[in-house]
T-cell receptor, first 117, second 117 residues
Framework: AQKVTQAQTEISVVEKEDVTLDCVYE???????LFWYKQPPSGELVFLIR??????QNEISGRYSWNFQKSTSSFNFTITASQVVDSAVYFC??????????????FGSGTRLQVQP | DTGVSQDPRHKITKRGQNVTFRCDPI?????LYWYRQTLGQGPEFLTY????????KSRLLSDRFSAERPKGSFSTLEIQRTEQGDSAMYLC???????????????FGAGSRLTVL
């Protein structure tokens, strides 16, 4: 069974600080996808990034960057120069392909990020 | 298209009552999912539809829960004889058919929060 661990339950930073959210996963599959979703106070899960297991290149999108390391089964997320609007719960998720055609998405328990002004 | 819509956003009910939630997915998405999220946890999979066919049900979906997607468009999730343990956020998500762009990315609605007194 696959598993996603987000050991940091809550992080508080001051605006403009950099912050890294950790994600460690377990799977027996050789082909899988990793995701990060953001859940602001409004409740809607917002897709941030998808990375497949064959692509270990790091990715940067504006102030966001992701570090995928297959050797340590980690997919960490860094926010540079954090802003108050980044305050939310962030979920890491792992996807494996099921026979029914469904991508089974297993979520971690989330990391609540609070950015203080 | 405005994304995945869920109704109602909030429902307060007394134990033993029945409740029904509705989800309208993105119109061109043929795959629809229901998840449940309790406080401080990540979403957990409940059930999956491909078009009108319900292809998977989680063991979390007890016999008091029933989901339908009669015409392959909107879906309903009904909970009969609600219990206090059913209090949670019920999230709906949809994704396009396999082989299309973004097929592995779930787009979530804002959720329906259920409180059972």
């Amino acid at each position: 069974a696959q598993k996603v661990t987000q050991a940091q339950t809550e992080i508080s930073v001051v605006e403009k600080e950099d912050v890294t959210l950790d994600c460690v996963y377990e799977t027996r599959d050789t082909t899988y996808y990793l995701f990060w979703y953001k859940q602001p106070p409004s409740g809607e899960l917002v897709f941030l990034i998808r990375r497949n297991s064959f692509d270990e290149q790091n990715e940067i999108s504006g102030r966001y960057s992701w570090n995928f390391q297959k050797s340590t089964s980690s997919f960490n997320f860094t926010i540079t120069a954090s802003q108050v609007v980044d305050s939310a719960v962030y979920f890491c998720a792992l996807s494996e392909f099921m026979d029914t055609g469904r991508r089974a998405l297993t979520f971690g328990s989330g990391t609540r990020l609070q950015v203080q002004p | 298209d405005t994304g995945v819509s869920q109704d109602p956003r909030h429902k307060i009910t007394k134990r033993g009552q029945n409740v029904t939630f509705r989800c309208d997915p993105i119109s061109e998405h043929n795959r629809l999912y229901w998840y449940r999220q309790t406080l401080g946890q990540g979403p957990e999979f409940l059930t999956y539809f491909q078009n009108e066919a319900q292809l998977e049900k989680s063991r979390l979906l007890s016999d008091r829960f029933s989901a339908e997607r009669p015409k392959g468009s909107f879906s309903t999730l009904e909970i009969q004889r609600t219990e206090q343990g059913d209090s949670a956020m019920y999230l709906c998500a949809s994704s396009p058919r396999q082989g299309t762009a973004g097929a592995n990315v779930l787009t979530f609605g804002a959720g329906s929060r259920l409180t059972v007194l």
